[in-house]
């Protein structure tokens, strides 16, 4: 189904804060088309849990890290230094029993980029750009590597890929990387056996504390007629203003509330990370056929040459994005 352009329809106005508070248009925005939106704040995504009473063990005071991140210290420095003092081998087998990080590593990696300053893919006037050489994307790319060799608790020989959750309920690593659904009501950190917080990905020496948001789209299909097209575009804004007494509401500290996640992680992480200014989105599921695990993120693991795996996917990427520029976006079914 292809596409009606929003960008036409006088009854959207994409600078007003209903869309400007969670950047989808800008996301489907291709050669000044506009071919989708979402409208409020967004949903928060990926994030650092943290296992505080783990810390505080080891006299390390969690409300030190919201401090941080309120005052934009929290840095890439600033997580390691931390980890460095939790990770430790306490019975001297040679094997460390506390480990620094854990968590879903491909996330992590295109957090790590972001966080950084980077990005994949951008986009310009003239469509999509390639992005995957820029200093920011590949410092971001090497700090991902750099934490795998260092923090990473280990895969188990036979593990599925998703351990990294039992193992951070377990106790023994201080932060994983992971969306901020998990620690909600109903999902799989609604429940542990410690105080449990949660922090923004901390800001790279080129970046700052951003999350990369992901909407659910709305589009309208391509073969309405304008006036049509402009009907149901009017109907759908006025359905979605704010109900009056409760503007600017934000469901998803009452959705954080309703888990596990510590109450500094609820009243100040939560809404940092549906304010715009640490926002941001991307533009790889735009561009049809361009698969970044298999050809780039997967492979940026433990012992990674990040320039090799960079090399490897550089080709396909530039030919992929090329093709995008040269043609109409496709549907979400099509780009698979």
């Given at each position: ?272 990370m549906c304010e715009k200014e640490h926002g941001t989105v991307s533009y790889t599921d735009m561009i049809p056929g361009l698969k970044t695990g298999e050809t780039l993120i997967w492979n940026i693991g433990p012992g990674a040459d990040v320039s090799a795996a ?27």
């Amino acid at each position: 189904m292809a596409r009606y352009d929003l960008s036409k329809l006088d009854c959207l106005d994409f600078n007003s804060p209903k869309f400007t508070s969670n950047l989808l248009h800008k996301q489907y925005t291709y050669k000044g088309g506009i071919y989708a939106m979402y409208t409020g704040l967004s949903e928060p995504r990926d994030g650092l849990f943290i296992n505080e009473t783990l810390l505080s063990d080891n006299n390390i005071d969690p409300d030190t890290i919201y401090d941080m991140q309120a005052n934009g210290t929290w840095t890439w420095d600033a997580f390691k230094e931390i980890m460095d003092k939790v990770q430790k081998d306490t019975d001297n087998d040679g094997t460390n029993d506390i480990w620094g990080f854990t968590g879903n590593t491909g996330s992590f990696t295109s957090d790590c980029v972001f966080s950084n300053g980077g990005e994949f893919i951008g986009s310009d006037a003239n469509g999509f750009v390639y992005k995957l050489e820029d200093p920011k994307t590949i410092e971001g790319l090497q700090f991902s590597v750099d934490i795998q060799n260092d923090y990473y608790m280990p895969r188990p020989e036979g593990a599925e890929w998703d351990y990294y959750k039992e193992e951070f309920l377990n106790g023994t690593v201080a932060f994983c990387c992971d969306g901020f659904y998990a620690g909600c009501a109903g999902s799989y950190f609604n429940e542990t056996d410690f105080d449990m917080g949660f922090v923004m990905m901390p800001a790279g020496p080129s970046g700052s504390l951003v999350n990369k948001w992901s909407n659910n789209p709305v589009v309208l299909p391509s073969y309405y007629d304008d006036e049509t097209a402009w009907k149901v575009a009017m109907a759908y804004n006025i359905w979605t203003e704010d109900i009056p007494g409760y503007e600017g509401y934000n469901g998803q500290i009452s959705r954080a509330r309703s888990g596990n996640i510590s109450s500094r992680g609820c009243d100040e992480t939560v809404p940092m990370m549906c304010e715009k200014e640490h926002g941001t989105v991307s533009y790889t599921d735009m561009i049809p056929g361009l698969k970044t695990g298999e050809t780039l993120i997967w492979n940026i693991g433990p012992g990674a040459d990040v320039s090799a795996a960079v090399e490897g996917a550089a080709e396909e990427w530039k030919s992929r994005i090329a093709d995008a520029n040269s043609g109409d976006i496709k549907d979400d079914e099509e780009a698979q």
